[in-house]
């Protein structure tokens, strides 16, 4: 085991009895600029949001642009920003949408769904976090199969990081309950029926329970976009 695992071991035992406020202002305070939350705008997101809103409205939150999100989502960016007090920083790829259909075809979301995620989320957030050490994220382990085992802390090897996920034990009911108790905006989606909301072409609603993040990418052999591999 290297110094790096006996350190993320330790992290993990240390916060295991704690709350996502802990968690986040230990890594605020340990890291500061070096840190920086990631968000698609799901209501666990909204909930690191609003915390980190009250430890430090100065630390980095950053979403991917794909070119491809619901009108919804970008209204609520804004209504995040004035409520929260936050600066959202757009992170994006430089392959216009145009550009993407010269060089892979039309509509690569559904010939090839891996490579455009790939194109439009992965890569910009690599780039984006070369110079950072900490990556908060709003994964919870109810959230689906890939993501039952998810630690509190843990290395990311290809983005050279660490990965902290605070909500990791959180569930749906109490991520929801925390909205709704500190009356903070959601997208609306999420009242028609989206359990989990990407890009438009590939999220649809369900009618049914089941995975939290059914609805994306139906009909496909596919359940992440790529960003948290491993």
Not at 111 to 130: A, E, F, G, T
Not at 144 to 151: G, H, L, T, V
Not at 197 to 205: E, L, R, S
Not at 224 to 230: I, V
């Amino acid at each position: 085991m290297t110094n790096t695992e006996k350190d993320i071991r330790k992290l993990n035992l240390l916060f295991e009895s704690t709350n996502p406020e802990a968690i986040l202002r230990w890594a605020i305070g340990e890291y500061g600029k070096d840190a920086a939350m990631s968000t698609g705008f799901g209501v666990s997101g909204i909930v690191l949001m609003h915390h980190i809103s009250l430890i430090d409205t100065g630390t980095t939150i950053f979403y991917l642009d794909t070119g491809l999100l619901f009108d919804e989502t970008y209204e609520l960016i804004e209504q995040l920003e004035n409520q929260l007090g936050i600066r959202l920083v757009r992170v994006s790829t430089n392959i216009t949408l145009d550009d993407q259909s010269q060089i892979y075809g039309e509509k690569l979301w559904e010939s090839n769904p891996d490579k455009c995620c790939h194109i439009r989320k992965v890569l910009p957030m690599q780039h984006y976090l070369k110079d950072k050490k900490a990556w908060i994220t709003a994964i919870r382990r109810d959230q689906s199969e890939s993501r039952r085992n998810a630690p509190l802390f843990q290395w990311d090897e290809i983005n050279r990081v660490l990965k902290i996920n605070p909500l990791a034990a959180w569930t749906e009911d109490q991520v929801w309950s925390y909205v709704k108790h500190h009356r903070l905006p959601y997208n609306e989606l999420h009242d028609r029926g989206y359990p989990s909301i990407g890009c438009f072409p590939c999220t649809q609603p369900v009618d049914q329970e089941g995975s939290l993040r059914a609805g994306r990418w139906a009909g496909k052999q596919k359940t992440e976009c790529g960003l948290h591999r491993g």
